[in-house]
C-alpha cells in the first residue's frame, strides 16, 4: 500500500470514527442529554479514540495495514457501543442520525478496503480507494458541519 494510500485510508478511519460517534441515536436507557451534556460525551469519546487508533503510515506490508485497519475498526465498533447508551437531545436526533447515516456508507467502504488489501487485490483495492477519495470529501465536510452544530468540536476535525 502507498504512502498518500495509508494516510487517506488512516484519514478516513479517523473521520468515521468521529462520525459514528455522533450516530448513537439514543438507544440506551436514561433521560436524554442537554446538547452542552451530549457535546461533552461525544467530543471526549471522539478524544479518546483518536488517542487508541495506530497510524497505517507505519506498516510495511498490506498484510500488516489489514491488521491495523481491522484493530483501528474493533476499536470503533467498541466506540460505537459506548456512545449507543447516550441519547442525544430529541430536537438533535435527526442530525444524529443523518451522521449514522453517513458512518454506515463509510464504514461499509471501509471494510470493503480491508477485504482488498487482505486479498492483495491491487485492482479492487484502488477501485475503493478512489470510491473513499470521492465520496469521502462530502461526506466529511457535511458530519463535520453537523458535529459543529451540535457543539461537538473535537469530532469535526
Given amino acids: 500500500m502507498k504512502r498518500n494510500q495509508k494516510t487517506t485510508v488512516m484519514a478516513v478511519l479517523l473521520v468515521s470514527g468521529a462520525i459514528v460517534l455522533g450516530g448513537c441515536g439514543g438507544g440506551g436507557s436514561g433521560k436524554r442529554l442537554s446538547k452542552a451534556e ?4 461525544v467530543s471526549a469519546l471522539c478524544t479518546d479514540y483518536r488517542k487508541k487508533i495506530k497510524p ?5 506490508s498490506s498484510a500488516e495495514a489489514a491488521k491495523l485497519m481491522k484493530r483501528n475498526e ?3 465498533a467498541q466506540l460505537v457501543a459506548e456512545m449507543k447508551k ?3 437531545p430529541a430536537n ?3 442530525s444524529v442520525d443523518r451522521i449514522l447515516t453517513i458512518a454506515q456508507q463509510e464504514r461499509g467502504i471501509i471494510e470493503q478496503v480491508i477485504v482488498a488489501v487482505e486479498r492483495n487485490d491491487r485492482a479492487e483495492y ?3 480507494f478512489n470510491k473513499l ?3 469521502g470529501g462530502a461526506m466529511d465536510e ?3 458541519r453537523i458535529f459543529r452544530q451540535l457543539g461537538a468540536t473535537a469530532c469535526a476535525k
Fill in 38 to 41: 451530549f457535546a461533552t460525551k
Fill in 86 to 88: 447516550l441519547k442525544p
Fill in 133 to 135: 477519495i470521492r465520496s
Fill in 92 to 94: 438533535e436526533e435527526a
Fill in 126 to 128: 484502488s477501485k475503493l
Fill in 74 to 76: 474493533n476499536l470503533l
Fill in 56 to 60: 497505517l503510515g507505519n506498516s510495511q
Fill in 142 to 144: 457535511e458530519s463535520n
